[in-house]
């Protein structure tokens, strides 16, 4: 290994990085439109419901049901 090695960066780690430079305020603006569209309390009543209601599937979905 040369003395005067230097580490390996991907394209797209400085791709990233550049960007990150740019915009500082990039991450904090992914983790507002994540919060909004992902992280929400459950309504645990409502998912057991939910799961409840569930019909089972048949295994072959396009057969017709047979009279048995």
Same mark, same amino acid.
């Given at each position: 290994m040369p003395f005067l090695w230097k580490p390996y960066k /991907? *394209?797209?780690t400085?791709?990233?990085e550049e960007l990150k430079a740019k915009k500082p305020s990039l991450e904090d603006e992914q983790r507002a439109g994540r919060a909004l569209l992902w *992280?929400?309390?459950l309504d645990r /009543?409502?998912?057991a419901e939910w799961k409840d209601a569930k019909v089972?599937?048949?295994p072959?979905?396009?057969q017709t049901k047979t009279g048995s």
């Amino acid at each position: 290994m040369p003395f005067l090695w230097k580490p390996y960066k /991907s *394209d797209v780690t400085n791709f990233i990085e550049e960007l990150k430079a740019k915009k500082p305020s990039l991450e904090d603006e992914q983790r507002a439109g994540r919060a909004l569209l992902w *992280d929400r309390a459950l309504d645990r /009543s409502a998912l057991a419901e939910w799961k409840d209601a569930k019909v089972p599937q048949q295994p072959y979905v396009y057969q017709t049901k047979t009279g048995s």
